[in-house]
Protein backbone atom coordinates (compact mmCIF):
# COMPACT_ATOMS: atom_id res chain seq x y z
CA UNK A 1 0.00 0.00 0.00
CA UNK A 2 2.81 1.92 0.55
CA UNK A 3 3.19 4.93 -1.98
CA UNK A 4 -0.73 4.79 -3.43
CA UNK A 5 -2.24 8.01 -3.78
CA UNK A 6 -3.80 9.97 -0.67
CA UNK A 7 -7.63 11.13 -0.43
CA UNK A 8 -7.88 14.83 -1.95
CA UNK A 9 -9.16 17.32 0.55
CA UNK A 10 -12.24 18.34 0.34
CA UNK A 11 -11.48 22.22 -1.59
CA UNK A 12 -9.13 20.38 -3.81
CA UNK A 13 -11.49 20.22 -6.90
CA UNK A 14 -9.33 20.05 -9.88
CA UNK A 15 -7.68 17.44 -9.12
CA UNK A 16 -8.48 13.64 -10.80
CA UNK A 17 -7.31 11.91 -7.53
CA UNK A 18 -10.93 11.11 -5.72
CA UNK A 19 -11.60 8.80 -2.67
CA UNK A 20 -13.23 6.14 -4.73
CA UNK A 21 -12.40 5.38 -8.99
CA UNK A 22 -14.55 7.09 -11.03
CA UNK A 23 -16.63 4.93 -13.62
CA UNK A 24 -15.16 5.13 -17.06
CA UNK A 25 -17.03 8.14 -18.87
CA UNK A 26 -16.15 7.13 -21.92
CA UNK A 27 -19.34 5.47 -23.63
CA UNK A 28 -17.22 2.31 -25.24
CA UNK A 29 -16.17 1.59 -22.67
CA UNK A 30 -17.67 -2.31 -20.42
CA UNK A 31 -19.74 -1.48 -17.71
CA UNK A 32 -17.99 -2.23 -14.51
CA UNK A 33 -19.43 -5.01 -12.48
CA UNK A 34 -22.40 -4.90 -10.00
CA UNK A 35 -21.24 -4.18 -6.82
CA UNK A 36 -23.28 -7.38 -5.18
CA UNK A 37 -24.99 -9.46 -6.76
CA UNK A 38 -27.10 -12.10 -4.39
CA UNK A 39 -28.54 -15.41 -6.19
CA UNK A 40 -30.83 -17.72 -4.87
CA UNK A 41 -29.66 -16.35 -1.33
CA UNK A 42 -30.60 -18.38 2.14
CA UNK A 43 -29.96 -18.20 5.77
CA UNK A 44 -31.15 -20.66 8.55
CA UNK A 45 -30.24 -20.81 12.30
CA UNK A 46 -31.15 -22.12 15.41
CA UNK A 47 -32.61 -20.18 18.19
CA UNK A 48 -33.59 -21.12 21.47
CA UNK A 49 -34.60 -24.89 20.22
CA UNK A 50 -35.97 -23.96 16.89
CA UNK A 51 -35.02 -23.41 13.29
CA UNK A 52 -35.57 -19.46 12.04
CA UNK A 53 -35.45 -19.35 8.62
CA UNK A 54 -34.34 -15.34 8.57
CA UNK A 55 -33.87 -15.24 4.39
CA UNK A 56 -35.85 -16.99 1.91
CA UNK A 57 -34.23 -16.89 -1.57
CA UNK A 58 -32.85 -13.75 -1.86
CA UNK A 59 -32.14 -12.27 -5.45
CA UNK A 60 -30.88 -8.82 -5.84
CA UNK A 61 -27.98 -7.25 -7.40
CA UNK A 62 -26.55 -3.41 -6.61
CA UNK A 63 -25.09 -1.18 -9.24
CA UNK A 64 -21.63 0.15 -8.36
CA UNK A 65 -21.71 3.93 -7.42
CA UNK A 66 -25.68 3.04 -6.32
CA UNK A 67 -26.88 4.29 -3.26
CA UNK A 68 -29.56 2.08 -1.91
CA UNK A 69 -31.59 1.52 1.34
CA UNK A 70 -32.99 -1.89 2.43
CA UNK A 71 -36.68 -1.04 5.09
CA UNK A 72 -38.98 -3.72 7.10
CA UNK A 73 -39.93 -4.69 10.00
CA UNK A 74 -37.83 -5.84 13.36
CA UNK A 75 -37.17 -9.88 12.56
CA UNK A 76 -37.32 -9.76 8.73
CA UNK A 77 -34.42 -10.21 7.98
CA UNK A 78 -32.18 -7.01 7.39
CA UNK A 79 -29.18 -7.69 9.99
CA UNK A 80 -28.91 -10.98 8.55
CA UNK A 81 -28.46 -9.47 5.29
CA UNK A 82 -25.99 -6.61 6.47
CA UNK A 83 -23.73 -9.40 7.88
CA UNK A 84 -24.03 -11.03 4.30
CA UNK A 85 -22.93 -8.33 2.54
CA UNK A 86 -20.02 -7.57 5.29
CA UNK A 87 -18.33 -10.96 4.72
CA UNK A 88 -19.26 -11.17 8.54
CA UNK A 89 -20.82 -14.47 8.05
CA UNK A 90 -21.94 -16.95 4.66
CA UNK A 91 -25.07 -18.09 3.83
CA UNK A 92 -26.79 -21.14 3.84
CA UNK A 93 -27.07 -21.57 0.66
CA UNK A 94 -26.98 -19.05 -2.45
CA UNK A 95 -24.47 -16.58 -3.69
CA UNK A 96 -23.20 -13.27 -2.52
CA UNK A 97 -20.87 -12.00 -5.17
CA UNK A 98 -18.80 -8.65 -3.80
CA UNK A 99 -17.38 -7.63 -7.84
CA UNK A 100 -16.56 -11.35 -8.66
CA UNK A 101 -15.40 -12.34 -5.42
CA UNK A 102 -18.32 -15.40 -3.99
CA UNK A 103 -18.09 -14.11 -0.64
CA UNK A 104 -20.41 -18.16 0.37
CA UNK A 105 -17.08 -20.30 -0.92
CA UNK A 106 -14.42 -17.29 0.06
CA UNK A 107 -11.82 -18.90 2.53
CA UNK A 108 -11.73 -17.26 6.29
CA UNK A 109 -8.61 -15.10 5.02
CA UNK A 110 -10.16 -13.51 1.77
CA UNK A 111 -13.32 -12.55 3.91
CA UNK A 112 -10.99 -11.25 6.40
CA UNK A 113 -9.21 -9.38 3.44
CA UNK A 114 -12.81 -8.00 2.45
CA UNK A 115 -13.84 -6.60 5.99
CA UNK A 116 -10.62 -5.34 6.36
CA UNK A 117 -9.72 -3.19 3.06
CA UNK A 118 -13.12 -3.77 0.69
CA UNK A 119 -16.00 -3.04 2.92
CA UNK A 120 -16.99 -0.12 5.08
CA UNK A 121 -19.15 -0.44 8.12
CA UNK A 122 -21.37 2.53 9.87
CA UNK A 123 -23.19 1.80 12.87
CA UNK A 124 -26.20 3.44 15.14
CA UNK A 125 -24.37 3.34 18.09
CA UNK A 126 -20.87 4.68 17.05
CA UNK A 127 -18.71 2.71 18.34
CA UNK A 128 -15.60 4.68 19.41
CA UNK A 129 -13.01 4.22 21.73
CA UNK A 130 -13.65 7.11 24.17
CA UNK A 131 -9.75 7.93 25.26
CA UNK A 132 -8.81 8.31 22.01
CA UNK A 133 -9.16 11.53 20.01
CA UNK A 134 -10.78 11.23 16.74
CA UNK A 135 -8.18 10.89 14.37
CA UNK A 136 -6.80 7.82 16.81
CA UNK A 137 -9.71 6.59 16.25
CA UNK A 138 -9.77 6.72 12.56
CA UNK A 139 -6.10 5.12 13.02
CA UNK A 140 -7.05 2.41 15.15
CA UNK A 141 -9.32 1.22 12.17
CA UNK A 142 -6.48 1.08 9.65
CA UNK A 143 -3.98 -1.12 11.48
CA UNK A 144 -4.94 -4.67 9.81
CA UNK A 145 -4.41 -2.87 6.68
CA UNK A 146 -0.63 -2.72 7.56
CA UNK A 147 0.22 0.63 6.23
CA UNK A 148 3.22 2.72 7.49
CA UNK A 149 3.11 5.65 9.30
CA UNK A 150 2.52 8.49 6.77
CA UNK A 151 0.52 6.36 4.74
CA UNK A 152 -1.86 6.18 7.43
CA UNK A 153 -1.54 9.88 8.75
CA UNK A 154 -2.30 10.84 5.25
CA UNK A 155 -5.31 8.76 4.85
CA UNK A 156 -6.59 9.69 8.58
CA UNK A 157 -6.42 13.57 7.62
CA UNK A 158 -7.78 13.08 4.42
CA UNK A 159 -10.62 11.10 5.90
CA UNK A 160 -11.67 13.95 8.61
CA UNK A 161 -11.42 16.97 5.64
CA UNK A 162 -13.95 14.72 3.41
CA UNK A 163 -16.50 14.89 6.79
CA UNK A 164 -15.67 18.16 7.42
CA UNK A 165 -13.39 17.62 10.78
CA UNK A 166 -10.14 18.40 10.51
CA UNK A 167 -10.55 20.86 13.14
CA UNK A 168 -11.98 18.83 15.75
CA UNK A 169 -8.78 15.37 15.20
CA UNK A 170 -7.64 16.34 18.70
CA UNK A 171 -11.00 16.09 20.02
CA UNK A 172 -12.09 13.01 22.19
CA UNK A 173 -15.55 11.54 21.64
CA UNK A 174 -17.04 12.87 25.31
CA UNK A 175 -16.13 16.68 23.32
CA UNK A 176 -18.24 16.28 19.95
CA UNK A 177 -21.70 16.20 19.50
CA UNK A 178 -23.39 12.92 18.54
CA UNK A 179 -23.48 14.22 14.57
CA UNK A 180 -19.65 14.55 14.99
CA UNK A 181 -19.22 11.43 16.37
CA UNK A 182 -20.75 9.39 13.74
CA UNK A 183 -18.74 11.93 11.20
CA UNK A 184 -15.92 10.32 13.05
CA UNK A 185 -17.33 7.24 12.44
CA UNK A 186 -18.24 7.23 8.54
CA UNK A 187 -14.10 8.92 8.43
CA UNK A 188 -12.95 5.63 10.03
CA UNK A 189 -14.66 3.52 7.40
CA UNK A 190 -13.90 5.43 4.18
CA UNK A 191 -10.02 5.75 5.47
CA UNK A 192 -9.87 2.08 4.42
CA UNK A 193 -11.51 3.59 0.63
CA UNK A 194 -13.55 0.56 0.48
CA UNK A 195 -15.76 -0.31 -2.58
CA UNK A 196 -18.79 -0.28 -0.63
CA UNK A 197 -20.66 1.32 2.65
CA UNK A 198 -22.44 -0.77 4.90
CA UNK A 199 -24.62 1.24 7.25
CA UNK A 200 -27.33 0.40 9.75
CA UNK A 201 -29.43 2.63 10.95
CA UNK A 202 -26.90 5.45 10.65
CA UNK A 203 -29.07 8.07 12.05
CA UNK A 204 -30.88 6.25 14.72
CA UNK A 205 -29.58 8.12 17.60
CA UNK A 206 -29.19 11.82 15.49
CA UNK A 207 -32.32 14.29 15.87
CA UNK A 208 -33.35 15.79 12.45
CA UNK A 209 -31.02 18.42 11.96
CA UNK A 210 -28.00 15.96 12.89
CA UNK A 211 -29.48 13.20 10.66
CA UNK A 212 -29.80 15.90 7.43
CA UNK A 213 -26.15 16.54 8.29
CA UNK A 214 -25.11 12.99 8.42
CA UNK A 215 -27.02 12.48 4.85
CA UNK A 216 -25.13 15.33 3.11
CA UNK A 217 -21.96 13.56 3.81
CA UNK A 218 -23.14 10.57 2.69
CA UNK A 219 -24.58 11.69 0.06
CA UNK A 220 -21.49 13.64 -1.20
CA UNK A 221 -19.35 10.09 -0.82
CA UNK A 222 -22.13 8.89 -3.17
CA UNK A 223 -21.72 11.40 -5.72
CA UNK A 224 -18.07 10.35 -5.99
CA UNK A 225 -18.25 6.98 -6.59
CA UNK A 226 -18.89 5.26 -3.28
CA UNK A 227 -21.34 2.58 -3.32
CA UNK A 228 -23.65 2.86 -0.33
CA UNK A 229 -25.94 0.25 1.24
CA UNK A 230 -28.09 2.07 4.37
CA UNK A 231 -30.50 -0.26 6.80
CA UNK A 232 -33.16 2.71 7.96
CA UNK A 233 -36.69 2.44 9.68
CA UNK A 234 -36.70 6.38 8.93
CA UNK A 235 -38.50 7.35 5.76
CA UNK A 236 -37.03 10.47 5.49
CA UNK A 237 -33.42 8.52 4.99
CA UNK A 238 -35.17 6.16 2.71
CA UNK A 239 -36.39 8.92 -0.19
CA UNK A 240 -32.66 10.42 0.06
CA UNK A 241 -31.81 6.99 -1.35
CA UNK A 242 -31.64 6.37 -5.28
CA UNK A 243 -33.35 3.02 -4.78
CA UNK A 244 -35.46 1.50 -1.85
CA UNK A 245 -35.49 -2.49 -1.25
CA UNK A 246 -38.10 -3.49 1.19
CA UNK A 247 -37.36 -6.63 2.92
CA UNK A 248 -40.20 -8.77 5.20
CA UNK A 249 -40.38 -12.08 6.21
CA UNK A 250 -37.08 -13.27 4.55
CA UNK A 251 -38.05 -12.19 0.50
CA UNK A 252 -37.27 -8.73 -0.59
CA UNK A 253 -38.39 -6.35 -3.29
CA UNK A 254 -37.91 -3.14 -4.84
CA UNK A 255 -40.12 -0.31 -3.89
CA UNK A 256 -38.62 2.44 -5.77
CA UNK A 257 -40.82 5.11 -7.27
Do not use: W
Request: aromatic share 2%.
Amino acid sequence: MTGSPTFPLRHQKETDMTLIDQPATDASAAPSAPAYRLTGLTMTYQQKGRVVQALKGVDVEIATGDFVTIQGPTGGGKSTLLQLLGALDVPTTGHVLIGDKDLATASAKELEHLRAGEVGFVFQAFNLIPTLTAAENIAMGLEPLGLDRAERDARVADALARVDLSERADHRPGELSGGQQQRVAIARAIAKRPRVLLADEPTGNLDEQMRDEILTVLEDLNAEGLTLVVVTHDSAVAKRARRRLLLEKGTIRDITR
